[in-house]
């Protein structure tokens, strides 16, 4: 089984590089040859974690989480970055979980391929 971490650092909000990588992330749990996939959400991406957000036009993108824990995606907060941003008390999405950096490295190693947003 094909192994692919993606990392995302981009916020949630104020650029399309998270939306992409929830794309990504979907189309790849979805495919037929059905892969392991990882997300690792780092810097400002760890406050896709936090569920209840909607954006200005009153859209969220806990929906698109929701859907890749149900479709066996880890998704891993970085611990270190989710404490800087006050979110480590905070209740999270269900499915999803606050990683460390040694998780990161252990998942960069072990996949075959690694993609960045």
């Known amino acids: 089984m094909q192994k692919i971490l993606i990392i995302l ?10 939306l ?5 992330a979907t189309a790849l749990a979805g495919n037929d040859a ?10 400002d991406a760890t406050v896709l974690g936090l569920p209840n957000q909607v954006d200005g036009a009153g ?8 859907q890749l824990v149900a479709q066996g995606v880890v998704i891993k907060l970085c611990r270190t970055c989710a404490l ?28 075959d391929k690694v993609i960045t947003f």
């Open 9 to 18: 650092h981009a916020p949630p909000y104020g650029s399309e590089r998270c």
């Open 84 to 111: 800087a941003r006050g979110l480590g008390e905070l209740p999270l999405i269900p499915g999803t979980s606050i990683g460390t950096l040694i998780e990161l490295a252990e998942s960069t190693l072990a996949a």
């Open 20 to 24: 992409s990588a929830l794309r990504l």
């Open 34 to 43: 059905k892969p392991e996939v990882t997300l690792f959400l780092m810097s």
């Open 59 to 66: 859209n969220g993108l806990q929906g698109m989480v929701e």
